[in-house]
């Protein structure tokens, strides 16, 4: 993050903007808004920068900027055309300690002034840190239409509410879960809909059944997908913006957990090929102890929880300890790589089905079905592949399949750095002996793989 976004009281505050022209006029307008008491310093000044200085009783100052324009100020704008005098502003102010924001110069800056997405008292404030205005009015425009105006009435009547709410239900988490009981039931759309008298009542009758209000653990065991955090489910979004506590595994990325409601408690368990960080069992039991304790508890698994993923397991110590709980699929790695690698897993000229394999050695062996895994009209995916390579290769071959067939190592799919290394079964294990991999990988076999270079479209890198 380049900029801390945080939020400015300017109340009352002397604000300077130097400057006399439309920029100068469109930052005053906003510091106005936000209650400042604007000086402003420029040789010329507009009629209408003119008009909100005085409507605000702030004072002009009709001449150059002088660094003693700084007396007394609490933040200061430079907007002027004058490359010299904002380089001024900026170095005067931050020789005072000053806060100060130059107009489209970041490098002059020490805070920018976002784009907004104004609901008062909610304000959404976007940037791109400068390196992007325009993304950046993409994106409000965007937030514009999905946010609708009345969320600003509805924050008022709720922050009405505050001290009464804290007073009657006294226990944090009990007024947490009657907040967003309240929210998830049927008062916003009152308030949206402008009948506010009949959200108050239902809020009052709320109130006076909250005695009621059971603080009860959940567990919401959740597939992340593959790695893209564009492939997340919104009801995975959902429910990661719900958790008290996020136990998420090493195939998360950092993207995904970025997405997790910021003061959610993060817990990472690990799980790399034999290098638990915390073992299964008390990877469970943490879950019911969590739970127990009256926490929304977000289980963050890799792909889907119920494809290689022990989300069974999980639950099992749940449905036995009674902790309600839910599963929401993610997209599996199998799906989510073959489809950005450009290999459609039934293409109906070559393959009838398709099979998901764990590659995964036991003992140093891989203890598969290989007279069935050698079937020319099907696919197989093998996660956990990479270390059995050359044993999946040799025993396809040994059990009838062509060494020709196509065969394709999916690296870190449907991320930035997918990368997608094709060939046989004779001659794979040796291309990739010779090449860089990075976990994760999936294995793709199959005759589909022939279809990856006229259907490629992901921007990845291909190594044939
Ligand atoms: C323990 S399994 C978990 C699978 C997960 N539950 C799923 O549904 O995708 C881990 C394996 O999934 C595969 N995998 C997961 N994400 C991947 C990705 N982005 N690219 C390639 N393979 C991936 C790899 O084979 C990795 O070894």
């Known amino acids: 993050m380049q900029f801390l976004p945080i939020f400015l009281n300017v109340r009352a505050q002397t604000c300077l903007v130097v400057g006399g022209g439309d920029v100068a006029y469109r930052k005053a307008v906003l510091l106005d808004r936000a209650g400042a008491r604007l000086r402003v310093v420029a040789p010329e000044i507009c009629v209408e920068l003119e008009s909100l200085v005085i409507a605000g009783a702030g004072e002009l100052r009709v001449r150059g900027f002088d660094e003693l324009d700084m007396d007394g100020v609490f933040l200061a704008v430079g907007a002027t055309d004058d490359e010299e005098v904002n380089a001024a502003v900026s170095v005067a102010a931050k020789s005072r300690g000053l806060p100060v924001n130059v107009v489209d110069k970041p490098s002059l800056c020490s805070f920018i002034v976002p784009a ?120 995975a979004l959902r429910l990661m913006q719900e958790a008290d506590v996020v136990l998420y595994d090493r195939l998360v990325s950092k993207e995904i957990m970025a997405r997790v409601r910021p003061d ?12 638990h960080l915390v073992p299964q069992e008390q990877i469970n039991d943490l879950l019911v102890r969590l739970a127990q304790e009256g926490k929304k508890v977000l ?37 989510g790589c073959a489809c950005y690698a450009g290999i459609p897993l039934t293409h109906r000229d070559c393959s009838q089905s398709v099979r998901f394999v764990t590659g995964h050695l036991k003992n140093d062996t891989i203890d598969l079905d290989w007279p069935n895994l050698a079937n020319e009209n099907q696919t197989v995916v093998f996660y956990m592949g990479l270390v059995g390579l050359e044993t ?72 044939v």
């Open 392 to 463: 999946i290769c040799e025993q396809l071959i040994a059990h009838g399949m062509a060494a020709d067939m196509p065969i394709a190592l999916v690296q870190q799919g449907t991320t930035p750095n997918q990368k997608v290394i094709t060939g046989t079964l004779e001659t794979m294990p040796a291309i990739v002996k010779m090449t860089e991999v990075q976990a994760p990988t999936i294995i793709i076999v199959g005759r589909v793989v022939k279809l990856q270079q006229r259907y490629s479209w992901f921007k990845g890198s291909n190594l």
């Open 299 to 335: 289980r963050l698994k890799g792909g889907d929880p119920f494809i290689f993923g022990r989300g069974g397991e999980e639950i099992d110590s749940l449905a036995e300890a009674r902790i309600p709980f839910q599963v929401i699929p993610g997209i599996t790695a199998a799906s």
């Open 116 to 235: 907004i997405v104004d609901r008062s008292p909610v304000v959404i404030a976007i940037s791109s840190g400068g390196a992007s205005p325009v993304l950046t009015r993409k994106l409000k425009e965007k937030l514009e239409t999905m946010v609708p105006a009345a969320y600003g009435r509805l924050a008022l009547l709720l922050g009405g509410y505050r001290s009464r709410v804290k007073s009657v239900i006294t226990d944090f988490k009990r007024r947490t879960r009657f907040w967003e009981a309240l929210l998830s039931g049927p008062l916003s759309e009152m308030v949206l809909s402008g009948k506010e008298d009949e959200a108050r009542r239902y809020i009052e009758q709320q109130l006076s059944e909250s005695d009621s209000i059971v603080v009860q653990g959940e567990v919401f065991l959740v597939g992340a997908g593959p790695g893209d955090p564009d492939l997340l489910t919104l009801k």
């Open 264 to 275: 959610a408690e993060k817990i990472n368990v690990g799980k790399e090929r034999s290098n």
